[in-house]
């Protein structure tokens, strides 16, 4: 069981280290990626509150999603999914902005949403 587990966060994590190295030119090495990169450690964050949201664990997944935020500066939400390998690509940049959704109804884009 532990084993399987284990095998599955590393195979979640190296495709993470794989979409940020193929989506940032910058990035030089895994290292780097690791270390520096905080949109990559909200993902991995994420994915822990996120485990701890589906198993009902809500409160521990919130706290767990503040302490990324702090970190990070980025919040996911525990209940929300994101795919394999990073999908939400704005995350691999480096910010300290609001994440804003352009409300379907809206006459006008919004301009400068992500600062």
Do not use: C
Request: glycine share 10%.
């Amino acid at each position: 069981m532990a084993g399987g587990l284990i095998s599955r966060i590393s195979s979640a994590l190296r495709r993470d280290l794989d979409a940020a190295r193929e989506r940032d030119p910058a990035a030089r090495s895994t290292a780097e990626l690791v270390l520096t990169y905080p949109g990559l450690h909200a993902v991995w964050m994420h994915r822990a509150a996120h485990g701890l949201n589906t198993r009902g664990l809500h409160l521990p997944a919130r706290v767990v999603s503040q302490v990324s935020r702090f970190v990070t500066g980025i919040e996911i939400h525990p209940g929300a999914t994101i795919g394999p390998a990073m999908t939400f690509g704005w995350i691999a940049a480096h910010h300290m902005a609001d994440a804003k959704a352009q409300p379907a109804d809206a006459p006008k884009p919004l301009v400068g949403a992500l600062g």
